[in-house]
């Protein structure tokens, strides 16, 4: 099984080496980095040419956004299976792809996720968030649930099938696309109650309270764009479904890397 590991970035130097080393450092080792990155002029385009000879493809030219961007990647992947890593975040071990090539032996089963933690963005060990997920069962996505999206490696066919992250969404496309591939296409799905991702804190879709609001509404509206209702008070489900991962902690083997 070949495993596609694609990473989105647009100045991200202090942080994109880090992201190469993770994927570099893994113990299964049929897998190809792919890094698509957006005409970054800060100096992240020369980490990047330092660690060439570890990322099977990568292109640097202007893009209409992060799911833009993405689907490049998932179009030039040429892997079994396709997840993806953010520019400013790392594997929580060097196990993780030879869990989801595990988790994926079985040819019925079409996609995995895993659990994941939010990080201290200056200090990976700190842990301020924990993701915990849970098994796909139906009305999930209508309560505002989805899987950990870096956690979440899909059969290529899948996208092929399906389509690739609707690029309406600014925010949302991956609870877009894990709602349509889940809930509207009914894939088979397996989940590994394991942390596979440490993820900064700050991403586009939390780090203000405007973003926070506009993904929000965003969700609502892919809702309604597969065919899911969902009560007008979504929005507040939508949140109350987080608030569990500032107050829960995984287990202390998981407190440092």
């Known amino acids: 099984m070949k495993i596609s590991v694609v990473t989105v970035v647009f100045n991200n130097v202090a942080t994109i080496e ?9 113990s299964y080792k049929n897998v190809e980095h792919i890094i698509i990155d957006g005409g970054s002029t ?18 640097s030219e202007p893009d209409c956004g992060i799911y833009d961007a993405m689907n490049k990647g998932i179009r030039a992947a040429t892997g079994d299976v396709v997840g993806t890593l953010n520019a400013d975040d790392i594997y929580a071990d060097d196990s993780v792809l030879a869990q989801v090539a595990g988790a994926l032996c079985d040819e019925s089963i079409d996609a995995c996720y895993a659990d994941l933690v939010y990080v201290d963005a200056q200090d990976t060990r700190k842990i301020r968030r924990y993701w915990r997920s849970r098994p796909y069962a139906p009305g999930l996505f209508a309560r505002g649930w989805m899987p950990a999206h870096p956690t979440f490696f899909v059969r290529r066919s899948v996208y092929e099938r399906y389509g690739l992250f609707n690029t309406q969404f ?3 496309s991956d609870f877009d696309l894990t709602m349509r591939f889940m809930d509207v296409h009914h894939i088979r799905t397996i989940y590994v109650p394991h942390i596979w991702v440490r993820m900064r804190m700050g991403g586009a879709s939390n780090r203000s309270l405007r973003n926070v609001l506009r993904g929000n509404w965003e969700a609502y509206q892919a809702c309604h764009v597969n065919g899911l209702k969902v009560s007008p008070l979504f929005f507040l489900v939508k949140i109350a479904s987080r608030l569990p991962q500032f107050f829960s902690r995984p287990p202390a083997k998981h407190d440092t890397l």
């Not at 800060?42 to 292109?59: N, Q, S």
């Open 170 to 172: 600014k925010l949302q």
């Open 18 to 26: 880090g992201t190469i080393l993770s994927v570099a450092a893994q």
């Open 42 to 59: 800060d100096g992240t385009l020369g980490v990047i040419a330092r660690h060439r000879d570890k990322l099977a493809y990568m292109v």
